[in-house]
């Protein structure tokens, strides 16, 4: 009987995936090539092998791999291990064979396989770690002034000690900002520069840390304690703040006065200068300030030069200044007070003089006035001048000095030679050559009176009925001045 040809095919692939199969297991039973069976290969774990980094420094890693071989020296792929350490202090290992160094020294790691070990001798060495030369800085300065300090840091392990930063930190409720870190390098050997500033500190002491680190894994950070101790800083003191000088132009200037400057605070005040000014739109240059010493305690010379101030009052300041920061200057306030100076003054012994005339008289006898110096020093230079006013005749008053100096006498002549009756006046004025002297006036009056007539009887008798007689006063030229008139009627009876 035939079958369909689906089934057929079927069974002859059923048949030659029976017949493959049977292959297979002949093989795995040991068949060889003639058709006769092979012993399997030994699957038991002859021997363990253990490779990978030798060293490592502290902080490090390592991947170690176990391989276990069968007694003809076939690897045993499918093998299981059990990682233990000889010294977990030095080197540490976990379940897949990674091992961790943890301290110097050496270790043996053991990869353990059905009983049989094998082994990896590990040497840790110390790696990067951080030294510095002192772990305490004490740094002290004055009130505005700074201090430094250094500290070195280098590298006591292994390897190379790099990404080295450090950051401050300051006591809790003191005063921050006031130190900071500065590392020359990255990567030691490096030094730290510790910069403390009383810029803007009180008196005392301060805390603060400074904590240094590296990038490198396993390093441990180190710190430095900073103890910044601030003490008073020097200060300018003055023994006056006020100086006056009083002098009169012309004369000798005043002597210098002299201010002690002293040293107010702590340390050493140093790099003393003192710098004038003067008052705003007032002569300069008249002030000199000296130092004897850039450093305190010093003497602090004023000198005030009035050979070329006029009377007045002028004012400068001085400052001294050190160059020591953090110090504050301080200043002396100087005044000039220069007076006017004193000159003799002209007095008169008489300020009016007063002369009576007739009309014509040349010949007035003259007067004298004293003339003397009411002031200090000496009136010299005096000379006299004779004014008029402009109503009236001039030239009839002389005046005349005995002296140009003081004391002298003043003689003043009236001449009415040409001046009709009247009164007339004049003045003298007095006045010295020497500047700011003031002048005086020696005030004169002049009357003239007429001239005294004789007397005449004058008798007229060609009148029928009438008399009259004339009277009067004649001057010695025939000429009549005055003249008076009576006339009477009679009746005559020739």
């Known amino acids: ?127 990067p770690s951080i030294a510095l030369s002192v772990e305490r800085v004490t740094l002290s300065a004055q009130v505005g002034q700074s201090a430094t300090g250094p500290v070195a840091v280098t590298n006591s392990g292994g390897g190379a000690l790099s990404g080295l930063s450090g950051g401050v930190t300051y006591r809790a409720g003191e005063p921050i900002g006031w130190l900071t870190a500065a590392l020359s390098s990255t990567t030691a050997p490096a030094t730290l520069t510790l910069t403390a500033s009383a810029a803007n500190l009180q008196p005392g002491t301060y805390n603060a840390t400074v904590a240094l680190g590296s990038a490198t894994a396993g390093v441990a950070a180190r710190s430095v304690s900073v103890t910044f101790t601030v003490g008073q800083g020097p200060a300018v003191g003055l023994s006056a703040t006020t100086i006056s000088f009083a002098a009169v132009a012309g004369q000798e200037s005043p002597p210098a006065q002299t201010v002690a400057v002293t040293n107010a605070g702590g340390a050493t005040l140093s790099g003393l200068n003192g710098v004038v000014t003067y008052g705003a739109g007032q002569p300069t240059g008249w002030l000199t300030a000296a130092l004897s010493s850039t450093t305190a305690p010093a003497t602090l010379t004023l000198t005030a030069n009035t050979s070329n101030l006029p009377a007045g009052t002028y004012s400068a300041t001085v400052t001294i200044r050190s160059s020591l920061p953090g110090v504050a200057e301080r200043s002396v306030n100087v005044t000039l007070t220069v007076a006017a100076q004193p000159v003799p003054i002209i007095q008169v012994a008489e300020s009016s003089v007063s002369f009576s005339a007739t009309a014509g008289q040349t010949s007035v006898p003259a007067r004298t006035i004293t003339i003397t110096n009411a002031g200090p020093g000496t009136l010299t230079g005096l000379s006299g001048i004779v004014t008029y006013p402009l109503d009236q005749p001039a030239g009839w008053l002389t005046a005349a000095l005995s002296s140009t100096t003081a004391p002298a006498t003043l003689t003043v002549t009236a001449n009415a030679a040409n001046l009709q009756p009247g009164t007339y006046s004049a003045a003298v004025i007095l006045r010295s050559s020497i500047a700011g002297v003031a002048e005086r006036s020696v005030n004169v009056t002049l009357t003239v009176t007429a001239q005294a007539p004789s007397a005449t009887t004058l008798a007229a008798t060609n009148v029928a009925t009438t008399t009259a007689t004339v009277s009067g006063r004649v001057n010695p030229n025939g000429t009549a001045t005055q003249a008076f008139f009576e006339v009477s009627t009679r009746q005559h009876v020739w």
């Open 1 to 127: 009987m035939k079958l369909p040809i689906h089934i057929a095919v079927a069974r002859l692939n059923a048949r030659t995936f029976a017949l493959a199969a049977l292959g297979a297991v002949l093989a795995a039973a040991g068949c060889n090539e003639g058709g006769g069976l092979v012993d399997p290969p030994d699957s038991s774990v002859a021997s363990v092998t253990v490779t990978g980094p030798s060293s490592l420094q502290v902080g490090g890693t390592a991947q170690l791999t176990a391989t276990a071989t069968n007694a003809d020296g076939q690897p045993l792929p499918q093998k299981s291990f059990f990682w233990t350490s000889s010294d977990n202090a030095v080197a540490e290992v976990d379940g897949n064979g990674m091992v961790t160094a943890r301290g110097p020294g050496s270790a043996t790691i053991t990869a353990t396989s059905e009983e049989k070990p094998g082994t990896m001798p590990i040497t840790v060495s110390a790696g």
